[in-house]
């Protein structure tokens, strides 16, 4: 399912790895059983790949790590941060068109 570059984020490893990433960390709140979260995977592993390394994908499964979705207020999955230098500079809600999305990390990139 998730491209072998896909990080994936847990309790455990979140703060550090948003504190490491270079250039802009796509992270997906997702869960096995959201539709929409399965439909827009392969279009977040596309725009990763596409972008030469300036963007990285990483996921955060809502069902296991219930307290990462209660801070960032996710309500609604899939949700996709756009994190760069450690911070959230902005978020898409839903199986969204690509274009849409690679507008969006064209902003921040």
């Known amino acids: 399912m998730a491209?072998?570059?896909?990080?994936?984020?847990?309790?455990?490893?979140?703060?550090?790895?948003?504190?490491?990433?270079?250039?802009?960390?796509?992270?997906?709140?997702?869960?096995?059983?959201?539709?929409?979260?399965?439909?827009?995977?392969?279009?977040?592993?596309?725009?990763?790949?596409?972008?030469?390394?300036?963007?990285?994908?990483?996921?955060?499964?809502?069902?296991e790590n219930p307290s990462l979705a209660a801070r960032y207020g996710i309500r609604s999955i899939p949700t996709i941060l756009l994190v760069k230098g450690g911070t959230v500079v902005d978020q898409v809600v839903g199986a969204v068109p690509k274009a849409q999305l690679k507008k969006k990390l064209d902003a921040v990139a």
């Open 3 to 63: 491209d072998a570059s896909t990080l994936q984020l847990n309790d455990q490893n979140f703060d550090d790895t948003l504190a490491r990433a270079e250039g802009v960390l796509m992270v997906d709140f997702w869960a096995e059983w959201c539709g929409p979260c399965r439909a827009i995977a392969p279009v977040l592993d596309d725009l990763a790949r596409e972008s030469a390394g300036r963007v990285t994908l990483a996921k955060v499964n809502v069902d």
